[in-house]
């Protein structure tokens, strides 16, 4: 059975029945998820993420979206609430700002990992016409957050995106960083086609863990773009079972277990986030 580490709810399909619904679908394939909050016209926040993971609480870990307009103390609110992680969507500058810093010790201090957008300017942002590459979103931001918290516990969201060799390298040098390899069909993105052909993969072949992100997981699949609601609905399931199949003819079963389930039990053993 997989663990996704990068699930949203969609907005428009969070009702209980509908979620129970995705929740019957998901377990199809897959253990559990990191169900991670996100504030913005496709995907819902903390109240709802929380509610959705007190209801199956088996099925989802909820991650906290962290608010940097908002003071630190947040960090300790989330985790008596119930939220045994934190996302980062932006820090309204680089990830890595001296003034995004004192989020990271809390979080380490707290003993709760944090999982980031990393790569491009996350989509769909209303006005902004696809995606773009940004420098508050490079990798390397992600070393610089270790070295100021090397005991805090990180995954970076979409590999790295655009910037998946930068990802690596950072990842290479921070221990406690792990990757989430999702956009497997982007020819530009951490995809399986560049990995194959990356020296220092094999390096890393305990640290990437596999996220749809979910109800993004349609563009895996060639849906069209710009994305809308009625994307949405495209089994997932069917996108873990082809993620799992490439992951095999690629780089082999070995490979696609590590992805697939090993490497989140790790992290998660590491973090305490699913004893
Ligand atoms: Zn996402």
């Not at 909820?62 to 119930?82: K, S």
């Not at 773009?225 to 609905?233: D, G, I, K, M, Y």
Request: proline letters at 8%; one cysteine or more; charged letters at 15%.
């Amino acid at each position: 059975m997989y663990i996704d580490c990068h699930m949203h709810l969609a907005a428009g399909w969070s009702s209980p029945e509908q979620v129970e619904q995705l929740v019957a679908e998901y377990r199809q394939v897959v253990d559990h998820v990191w169900l991670l909050a996100v504030d913005g016209p496709y995907c819902l926040g903390n109240s709802a993420v929380l509610a959705a993971a007190q209801a199956h609480p088996d099925f989802f870990i909820p991650f906290a979206l962290l608010d940097f307009t908002h003071p630190v103390e947040q960090i300790n609110n989330y985790r008596d609430a119930g939220f045994r992680g934190l996302k980062v969507l932006s820090a309204g500058g680089p990830l890595g700002s001296e003034q995004a810093l004192p989020y990271y010790r809390e979080a380490e201090r707290l003993g709760m990992p944090v999982v980031l957008h990393t790569g491009s300017v996350p989509a769909p942002v209303p006005g902004l016409p696809g995606l773009g590459v940004s420098d508050d979103y490079h990798p390397v931001e992600l070393e610089r957050i270790a070295q100021a918290c090397p005991h805090l516990h990180m995954v970076a969201l979409h590999g790295g995106g655009f910037c998946w060799r930068e990802a690596l390298i950072a990842a290479h040098a921070a221990p406690n960083l792990f990757l989430c390899l999702g956009d497997f069909d982007s020819r530009e993105g951490m995809c399986l086609d560049n990995l194959a052909g990356w020296d220092l993969l094999g390096l890393l072949q305990e640290r990437i863990v596999a996220g749809l992100d979910y109800p993004f997981a349609a563009q895996l699949c060639g849906a069209p773009e710009p994305f809308t609601p009625s994307a949405f609905v495209l089994p997932a399931v069917d996108k873990l079972r082809l993620l799992a199949t490439r992951l095999t003819q690629r780089l082999g079963v070995a490979w696609r277990d590590a992805v697939m389930s090993e490497n989140a039990r790790r992290f998660e053993q590491r973090t305490g986030l699913h004893p």
